[in-house]
């Protein structure tokens, strides 16, 4: 087969495509062919028949064949998987055949023989896979074949609970009060947002900051996805405030050092925070790339904030460039007006303070050039610095002194013992020459002697008269001689001896020579000689503490544009494995030397950027000549580390946030990275079922990037298509994204076509990414478009979208025709997910889609209604199944509802709808049987919370105004003077006989911190409570028919019904018991005494949560036992086996 040339058949192969497979088609119609026109089938066979026949056929022989290596051993899924495929494939031709009339009972006997050795072979395997786990008999069970186990074993043991009895009940005014406070669950809140008033408005950044902390780390003691989202959004308002203003406002400018430690601080904490939500089953409920893109863009704004300190601190910043590309924020995905306005603003401030002419400052995409010429400037006008410098100076000088004087010393006293050796190599010269006949003529008569010697001994038995005329003869000669011999070895032994004396003093100063002409030990400097490079190291180890988090911050905010997690392909890209020496650690170590101890000491320190070196410190003794009559000057023997020039390195942050993104050790956050790799990585990523669509979500920002067939892949992919989208769907969903500059127009053209599935997950995302995604930033000097003469930054895809007949009005008349139309369509109302939220969003921008917005909220509030009337009905008549899910209906309706106000102007009628909302969502929080349902609810819980703690400062203001709300103690103080009907008619809305006017009450802590949570003491006598940031409502600090936070946070309750409530009633001896049997049973909850058995208190109260269980019919009671926060089941269930323990709950039956 060839590839296709042209025509229609290739469509695709350019965008990507493949060739489909077509051989077998090919020989399935050449057979058909050949039975057609060969003449082989005579004229009452059908060649279609035929050819039918043998490929069922065919079918059944490959089924036959595999069948063959169909064993026990071999049954595993992916076989069993070929083989009930094989089969399904012969048994639709035989059901085919049996439809045209053919007789197939043969064919479908050897079917079935074949369905039975499949269902024989996965049987065998099955056993074969449970004898494994098969325990051996015990010694009384051994039988044949059977070996017992070793040992002894018994039953798990353990010591049962005992009963507990409800705690005696408190009752009271105060009792009430610490009951509400406890139980409504309220989170303290900052007085740091715009709407402020006097010394809160007034005070300084740093101030906030600190505020901020202590809000931060008060939260962090709260459970619960309200309390993190609240931290988060906290940060975030003042943050975005701050950037919205102007970084050169007073208000958004750090006055100190300290107030750069204090925002460096919160960061860590805010990205902590953020790291362990993300880590949460809540984060499902949001946009991954929005809350990693309002991370990026809050530490971007940190950035401009250090960076105008810095400016102001330091005279010489202003010099320089900043570290960031003020494109770079192309990439962010923010779903409301602030944090795009903050975006703009800190865009426009790193273009006012990027210029071609000049270097940037603490940046490593130009390999740290900007930056060392900034230490040098910046050391040579600094007086600290230039002291530090000068005072190394004159340290590094005596070390030079006091080594050269050592030198000099030995070279003195080499030159001593060399004269004093030659001396004594001339004295045991003339001693050689004295000695030299002497041992000569030694010698000679030891030789004699020694012949003669022998002589005499062959005579010494001689008889002949010759021999003993011989012997008489030598005697005398002999003795002659010896005489001679010990007159010269007398002569000989006081010179041998001078000389040996001279010879050994000789070799001791040989030593002292050899020693003294040895090199002393070098020196190794602290600090470069090269001026320049001093001024570098100088810098990095001491410079103020605004530039070191200047630098921390320039590297921090550019690492949130690299992918997480990491891929190789971007570790490889990023990683920096060339660093050998650490600047501060040589500097630290060799500022004291064996020649000279400096009076004063400095400590080099590092911020999170640390200074390192690619060469490395030379070994000591390589450095210099080896001997001291080598060297010729001063300099010899001193090493300055000028060939270490400091490089910025960078860890990460060090922080808990950073520890799953998957960074190298040590990499560069400023490496190239492919912008494709970019923009996938800040683009949200579809459920995991729709996962064949990403492609059409990313878009890498421009015209020249994005590829010239991009608009054509929808069409040449459309046999990807889902089944849940129809054809005109899928090229609309496929092409929204298709080119930068269309997709609000696409956006608008799909709104007015009506061919996607608005509630769909995969759309709603594809819709968010294209709306909130802010694409490329330019900046204009169109005076037209901003009061600034200078220019203004802008969104190129939104540029010109407020004019008349453009997008934004656009997508206003589609919204408020979608309104109207959806309004008498409750099934419908699924799309309220997606398009109440596009209208809130865009709602800060055209007041048409505010009122689209609004239509939204009251058509799904509508329909809340309605299933109201239902659910009553109902339950009229026992219908619990049906009644639980209308109800979970009707809170899916309010909570889509609510979801309308997330963004766009409030009044006071709209916070009180939004209070009433949550109120009524929080009260429909109830266990359901359908899981499914129960996480899609979970996730809108979690989306409505964020609304009210993003709205939290506006929704306070509406209530400010004209309601005269006091604050007081938590638990004592003065009531209030004035009323806020809004919390009121929250309050009704579940406990219907609230009084119509109640004197509301801020909760404040003693220190006078307020917190999100209201009282009121009714005209009725009781107290009413209400949590506004999740809609919780006390009644004498009990919830209405509900349980309480405390009960549905603790871990027992938790772990077995997770976060659900139960419609309950409160008895007189403090129990809760549900009104509905849950699937046939019913259950209770109370607090009891802590007993020594049990494994959670309640936040160290010494009280236990006791759940028990009631069958309905039989009226059997379970209780629910404490597993422990180690889950090893404390003393009465240790010894149960450990997936017993962990993987099930456990009822006593008492």
Same mark, same amino acid.
């Not at 509030?861 to 659910?871: D, F, M, N, R």
């Given at each position: 087969?060839?590839?296709?040339?042209?025509?229609?058949?290739?469509?695709?192969?350019?965008?990507?495509?493949?060739?489909?497979?077509?051989?077998?088609?090919?020989?399935?119609?050449?057979?058909?062919?050949?039975?057609?026109?060969?003449?082989?089938?005579?004229?009452?066979?059908?060649?279609?028949?035929?050819? =039918?026949?043998?490929?069922?056929?065919?079918?059944?022989?490959?089924?036959?064949?595999?069948?063959?290596?169909?064993?026990?051993?071999?049954?595993?899924?992916?076989?069993?998987?070929?083989?009930?495929?094989? /089969?399904?494939?012969?048994?639709?031709?035989?059901?085919?055949?049996?439809?045209?009339?053919?007789?197939?009972?043969?064919?479908?006997?050897?079917?079935?023989?074949?369905?039975?050795?499949?269902?024989?072979?996965?049987?065998?395997?099955?056993?074969?896979?449970?004898?494994?786990?098969?325990?051996?008999?015990?010694?009384?069970?051994?039988?044949?074949?059977?070996?017992?186990?070793?040992?002894?074993?018994?039953?798990?043991?353990?010591?049962?609970?005992?009963?507990?009895?409800?705690?005696?009940?408190?009752?009271?005014?105060?009792?009430?009060?610490?009951?509400?406070?406890?139980?409504?669950?309220?989170?303290?809140?900052?007085?740091?947002?715009?709407?402020?008033?006097?010394?809160?408005?007034?005070?300084?950044?740093?101030?906030?900051?600190?505020?901020?902390?202590?809000?931060?780390?008060?939260?962090?003691?709260?459970?619960?996805?309200?309390?993190?989202?609240?931290?988060?959004?906290?940060?975030?308002?003042?943050?975005?405030?701050?950037?919205?203003?102007?970084?050169?406002?007073?208000?958004?400018?750090?006055?100190?050092?300290?107030?750069?430690?204090?925002?460096?601080?919160? +960061?860590?904490?805010?990205?902590?925070?953020?790291?362990?939500?993300?880590?949460?089953?809540?984060?499902?409920?949001?946009?991954?790339?929005?809350?990693?893109?309002?991370?990026?863009?809050?530490?971007?704004?940190?950035?401009?904030?250090?960076?105008?300190?810095?400016?102001?601190?330091?005279?010489?910043?202003?010099?320089?460039?900043?570290?960031?590309?003020?494109?770079?924020?192309?990439?962010?995905?923010?779903?409301?007006?602030?944090? $795009?306005?903050?975006?703009?603003?800190?865009?426009?401030? /790193?273009?006012?303070?990027?210029?071609?002419?000049?270097?940037?400052?603490?940046?490593?995409?130009?390999?740290?050039?900007?930056?060392?010429?900034?230490? $040098?400037?910046?050391?040579?006008?600094?007086?600290?610095?230039?002291?530090?410098?000068?005072?190394?100076?004159?340290?590094?000088?005596?070390?030079?002194?006091?080594?050269?004087?050592?030198?000099?010393?030995?070279?003195? #006293?080499?030159?001593?013992?060399?004269?004093?050796?030659?001396?004594?190599?001339?004295?045991?010269?003339?001693?050689?020459?004295?000695?030299?006949?002497?041992?000569?003529?030694?010698?000679? &008569?030891?030789?004699?002697?020694?012949?003669?010697?022998?002589?005499?001994?062959?005579?010494?038995?001689?008889?002949?008269?010759?021999?003993? $005329?011989?012997?008489?003869? %030598?005697?005398?000669?002999?003795?002659?001689?010896?005489?001679?011999?010990?007159? !010269?070895?007398?002569?000989?032994?006081?010179?041998?001896?001078?000389?040996?004396?001279?010879?050994?003093?000789?070799? @001791?100063?040989?030593?002292?020579?050899?020693?003294?002409?040895?090199?002393?030990?070098?020196?190794? *400097?602290?600090?470069?000689?090269?001026?320049?490079?001093?001024?570098?190291?100088?810098?990095?180890?001491?410079?103020?503490?605004?530039?070191?988090?200047?630098?921390?911050?320039?590297?921090?905010?550019?690492?949130?544009?690299?992918?997480?997690?990491?891929?190789?392909?971007?570790?490889?890209?990023?990683?920096?494995?060339?660093?050998?020496?650490?600047?501060? *650690?040589?500097?630290?170590?060799?500022?004291?030397?064996?020649?000279?101890?400096?009076?004063?000491?400095?400590?080099?320190?590092?911020?999170?950027?640390?200074?390192?070196?690619?060469?490395?410190?030379?070994?000591?003794?390589?450095?210099?000549?080896?001997?001291?009559?080598?060297?010729?000057?001063?300099?010899?023997? $001193?090493?300055?580390?000028?060939?270490?020039?400091? !490089?910025?390195?960078?860890?990460?942050?060090?922080?808990?946030? @950073?520890?799953?993104?998957?960074?190298?050790?040590?990499?560069?956050?400023?490496?190239?990275?492919?912008?494709?790799?970019?923009?996938?990585?800040?683009?949200?990523?579809?459920?995991?079922?729709?996962?064949?669509?990403?492609?059409?979500?990313?878009?890498?920002?421009?015209?020249? =990037?994005?590829?010239?067939?991009?608009?054509?892949?929808? +069409? =040449?992919?459309?046999?990807?298509?889902?089944?849940?989208?129809?054809?005109?769907?899928?090229?609309?969903?496929?092409?929204?994204?298709?080119?930068?500059?269309?997709?609000?127009?696409? #956006?608008?053209?799909?709104?007015?076509?009506?061919?996607?599935?608005?509630?769909?997950? =995969?759309?709603?995302?594809?819709?968010?990414?294209? !709306?909130?995604?802010?694409?490329?930033?330019?900046?204009?000097?169109?005076?037209?478009?901003?009061?600034?003469?200078?220019?203004?930054?802008?969104?190129?895809?939104?540029?010109?979208?407020?004019?008349?007949?453009?997008?934004?009005?656009?997508?206003?008349?589609?919204?408020?025709?979608?309104?109207?139309? #959806?309004?008498?369509?409750?099934?419908?109302?699924?799309?309220?997910? &997606?398009?109440?939220?596009?209208?809130?969003? #865009?709602?800060?921008?055209?007041?048409?889609?505010?009122?689209?917005?609004?239509?939204?909220?009251?058509?799904?509030?509508?329909?809340?209604?309605?299933?109201?009337?239902?659910?009553?009905?109902?339950?009229?008549?026992?219908?619990?199944?049906?009644?639980?899910?209308?109800?979970?209906? *009707?809170?899916?309706?309010?909570?889509?509802? /609510?979801?309308?106000?997330?963004?766009?102007?409030?009044?006071?009628?709209?916070?009180?709808?939004?209070?009433?909302?949550?109120?009524?969502?929080?009260?429909?929080?109830? %266990?359901?049987?359908?899981?499914?349902?129960?996480?899609?609810?979970?996730?809108?819980?979690?989306?409505?919370?964020?609304?009210?703690?993003?709205?939290?400062?506006?929704?306070?203001?509406?209530?400010?105004?004209?309601?005269? +709300?006091?604050?007081?103690?938590?638990?004592?103080?003065?009531?209030?003077?004035?009323?806020?009907?809004?919390?009121?008619?929250?309050?009704?809305?579940?406990?219907?006989?609230?009084?119509?006017?109640?004197?509301?009450?801020?909760?404040?802590?003693?220190?006078?911190?307020?917190?999100?949570?209201?009282?009121?003491?009714?005209?009725?006598?009781?107290?009413?409570?209400?949590?506004?940031?999740?809609?919780?409502?006390? &009644?004498?600090?009990?919830?209405?028919?509900?349980?309480?936070?405390?009960?549905?946070?603790?871990?027992?309750?938790?772990?077995?019904?997770?976060?659900?409530?139960?419609? !309950?009633?409160?008895?007189?001896?403090?129990?809760?018991?549900?009104?509905?049997?849950?699937?046939?049973?019913?259950?209770?909850?109370?607090?009891?005494?802590?007993?020594?058995?049990?494994?959670?208190?309640?936040?160290?109260?010494?009280?236990?949560?006791?759940?028990?269980?009631?069958?309905?019919?039989?009226?059997?009671?379970?209780?629910?036992?404490?597993?422990?926060?180690?889950?090893?089941?404390?003393?009465?269930?240790?010894?149960?086996?450990?997936?017993?323990?962990?993987?099930?709950?456990?009822?006593?039956?008492?």
């Amino acid at each position: 087969m060839t590839m296709p040339r042209g025509g229609f058949t290739d469509v695709g192969l350019h965008t990507g495509g493949t060739p489909r497979a077509t051989s077998w088609d090919l020989v399935q119609q050449t057979l058909l062919a050949v039975l057609q026109q060969s003449g082989v089938c005579s004229a009452d066979q059908q060649p279609d028949a035929i050819l =039918a026949l043998a490929l069922a056929h065919l079918d059944l022989w490959l089924l036959s064949q595999q069948l063959q290596l169909l064993r026990p051993e071999t049954a595993t899924a992916d076989m069993l998987n070929v083989c009930m495929s094989m /089969l399904d494939s012969a048994a639709r031709k035989a059901a085919a055949l049996a439809m045209d009339g053919h007789n197939v009972s043969s064919f479908e006997a050897q079917l079935q023989i074949a369905a039975q050795r499949i269902q024989v072979a996965t049987a065998e395997r099955a056993v074969q896979e449970g004898n494994q786990y098969m325990l051996p008999a015990s010694s009384s069970d051994q039988g044949p074949g059977r070996s017992g186990m070793s040992g002894t074993w018994r039953l798990p043991s353990g010591v049962v609970p005992a009963a507990a009895v409800p705690e005696a009940l408190a009752t009271g005014r105060h009792a009430a009060v610490a009951n509400a406070t406890a139980a409504l669950g309220a989170l303290p809140v900052t007085t740091t947002g715009s709407t402020d008033t006097g010394a809160a408005a007034t005070a300084g950044l740093g101030h906030k900051l600190q505020q901020l902390q202590g809000l931060l780390q008060a939260l962090n003691q709260h459970s619960g996805d309200v309390a993190a989202q609240h931290a988060i959004s906290s940060v975030e308002e003042v943050m975005f405030g701050c950037a919205v203003a102007g970084f050169d406002n007073a208000s958004s400018r750090l006055q100190s050092a300290a107030d750069a430690e204090a925002l460096m601080q919160l +960061i860590a904490l805010y990205r902590n925070m953020v790291s362990m939500y993300r880590q949460s089953t809540a984060a499902a409920a949001t946009m991954k790339i929005e809350v990693r893109s309002r991370e990026a863009l809050l530490t971007w704004v940190a950035y401009c904030m250090m960076f105008e300190l810095a400016k102001s601190q330091e005279p010489l910043v202003r010099s320089y460039n900043v570290a960031l590309s003020w494109r770079d924020p192309q990439y962010f995905v923010l779903c409301d007006k602030t944090a $795009v306005e903050a975006t703009l603003s800190v865009s426009s401030y /790193l273009y006012e303070h990027s210029s071609p002419s000049r270097h940037q400052l603490f940046s490593m995409s130009d390999s740290g050039k900007g930056t060392a010429a900034f230490a $040098v400037q910046f050391v040579a006008q600094d007086s600290r610095l230039s002291g530090i410098l000068r005072q190394h100076q004159l340290d590094m000088d005596l070390s030079v002194e006091k080594h050269d004087a050592e030198v000099q010393r030995k070279k003195q #006293l080499f030159a001593q013992l060399t004269a004093e050796a030659s001396e004594l190599t001339s004295q045991i010269s003339t001693l050689r020459g004295q000695l030299r006949p002497l041992e000569a003529e030694q010698a000679d &008569l030891n030789r004699q002697a020694s012949s003669l010697s022998r002589r005499l001994w062959e005579l010494r038995f001689a008889v002949n008269a010759d021999k003993l $005329v011989e012997k008489e003869l %030598l005697e005398p000669q002999y003795a002659l001689v010896q005489s001679q011999k010990s007159a !010269v070895d007398k002569k000989v032994s006081p010179l041998q001896s001078r000389k040996n004396t001279l010879e050994s003093k000789l070799a @001791d100063v040989n030593r002292q020579l050899q020693a003294a002409r040895e090199a002393p030990a070098s020196v190794i *400097q602290p600090l470069p000689k090269n001026t320049q490079n001093a001024h570098q190291w100088v810098f990095w180890l001491h410079k103020p503490t605004v530039l070191s988090s200047l630098a921390d911050i320039s590297l921090l905010a550019q690492q949130l544009l690299l992918p997480t997690p990491c891929s190789s392909d971007v570790q490889s890209a990023i990683q920096v494995t060339d660093m050998v020496t650490s600047i501060v *650690q040589h500097y630290n170590t060799h500022q004291v030397s064996r020649y000279h101890r400096p009076v004063q000491l400095f400590t080099g320190s590092q911020g999170l950027v640390k200074p390192f070196a690619r060469a490395g410190v030379p070994g000591p003794s390589t450095i210099g000549p080896r001997y001291v009559d080598q060297i010729t000057s001063k300099e010899q023997g $001193v090493w300055y580390p000028d060939d270490l020039l400091p !490089v910025m390195t960078w860890n990460g942050a060090c922080t808990a946030a @950073d520890n799953s993104n998957g960074f190298p050790p040590t990499f560069n956050p400023f490496a190239a990275i492919d912008t494709t790799i970019t923009a996938d990585s800040f683009t949200e990523r579809l459920p995991a079922q729709h996962a064949s669509l990403q492609w059409t979500m990313l878009q890498l920002g421009s015209r020249a =990037a994005t590829p010239l067939d991009r608009g054509n892949l929808g +069409i =040449a992919r459309q046999d990807q298509k889902p089944c849940w989208m129809s054809k005109p769907g899928y090229l609309a969903f496929t092409s929204m994204r298709a080119y930068p500059l269309m997709q609000l127009r696409q #956006l608008c053209i799909a709104l007015r076509e009506q061919h996607l599935p608005w509630g769909h997950p =995969a759309v709603v995302a594809l819709v968010k990414q294209t !709306v909130y995604q802010l694409g490329d930033l330019i900046w204009t000097n169109d005076s037209s478009t901003s009061s600034s003469s200078t220019g203004s930054m802008q969104l190129l895809w939104r540029r010109h979208w407020e004019a008349e007949g453009q997008e934004l009005h656009a997508l206003s008349y589609e919204l408020q025709l979608l309104a109207e139309k #959806l309004a008498d369509a409750p099934r419908e109302h699924d799309a309220v997910l &997606l398009l109440g939220q596009l209208a809130a969003y #865009l709602a800060d921008w055209h007041s048409g889609c505010k009122e689209a917005a609004r239509q939204f909220a009251a058509m799904t509030s509508k329909a809340a209604e309605q299933l109201g009337k239902q659910l009553q009905q109902a339950r009229a008549h026992n219908q619990d199944g049906i009644a639980r899910q209308l109800q979970a209906k *009707q809170s899916k309706a309010r909570a889509l509802s /609510l979801l309308c106000y997330g963004a766009g102007p409030l009044d006071a009628s709209d916070v009180a709808h939004m209070l009433q909302l949550m109120v009524l969502v929080k009260h429909g929080d109830l %266990l359901l049987a359908d899981t499914a349902l129960a996480d899609e609810l979970q996730q809108l819980r979690v989306q409505c919370h964020w609304v009210m703690v993003k709205r939290l400062p506006a929704v306070l203001a509406v209530l400010q105004q004209g309601s005269g +709300i006091s604050r007081r103690h938590a638990v004592e103080g003065p009531a209030g003077l004035a009323g806020s009907p809004l919390m009121t008619a929250a309050v009704a809305a579940v406990l219907q006989w609230t009084p119509p006017e109640l004197q509301w009450v801020q909760l404040t802590t003693a220190a006078g911190h307020a917190w999100a949570g209201f009282h009121a003491e009714g005209s009725d006598g009781h107290l009413y409570s209400l949590n506004i940031l999740d809609g919780t409502v006390l &009644l004498d600090g009990v919830p209405p028919s509900r349980l309480p936070s405390d009960i549905l946070q603790h871990p027992v309750y938790h772990c077995c019904f997770g976060s659900s409530n139960f419609d !309950v009633g409160f008895t007189a001896t403090g129990m809760y018991k549900t009104l509905r049997a849950i699937d046939g049973c019913y259950y209770s909850f109370y607090w009891a005494a802590a007993s020594s058995t049990s494994q959670h208190g309640s936040t160290g109260s010494g009280r236990e949560l006791v759940i028990l269980e009631t069958e309905r019919d039989t009226g059997e009671q379970l209780q629910l036992l404490d597993v422990g926060v180690d889950g090893a089941c404390g003393a009465w269930g240790r010894e149960l086996p450990l997936r017993l323990r962990q993987l099930h709950s456990h009822w006593l039956n008492r």
